[in-house]
């Protein structure tokens, strides 16, 4: 599985942005899928993840009440909206993806076997 993020980019504090991940490969369907972030110096994060169904869903708390996470299962995407930014959310944020047949969301970095190349989102004061 190949994941590749998007969306990236610099925007003032109290702005929005929205991150779009895409799946593909050979078998390119994820049941998992989620967004990690990493800011320089610091330890990656959780943000939120996902799972095909919807309403299925957990979040980090720097995300809760102001990113929703959301799944298009036919392209194969997630999209993470993130709203309020904040010049703490400033990190490269990651796609990734558990391993095909776990269904079972997760936390935790170890529990993602599939990961994008980063996108960086910078939010200015």
């Known amino acids: 599985v190949q994941l590749q993020a998007s969306g990236g980019g610099v925007v003032q504090a109290g702005g929005s942005l929205r991150l779009s991940c895409a799946a593909s490969g050979r078998a390119s369907s994820p049941n998992i899928m989620g967004w990690f972030r990493q800011a320089p110096g610091k330890r990656r994060e959780f943000v939120a993840a996902?799972?095909?169904?919807?309403?299925?869903?957990i979040y980090g708390e720097p995300a809760k009440g102001r990113f929703t996470i959301s799944r298009d299962n036919a392209k194969n995407t997630v999209t993470l909206q993130m709203n309020s930014l904040e010049p703490e959310d400033t990190a490269v944020y990651y796609c990734a993806a558990r391993p095909l047949a776990v269904t079972v969301l997760s936390r935790a970095t170890s529990g993602y076997k599939f990961w994008g190349q980063g996108t960086k989102v910078t939010v200015s004061s």
């Open positions: 996902s799972s095909p169904s919807p309403g299925h869903e």
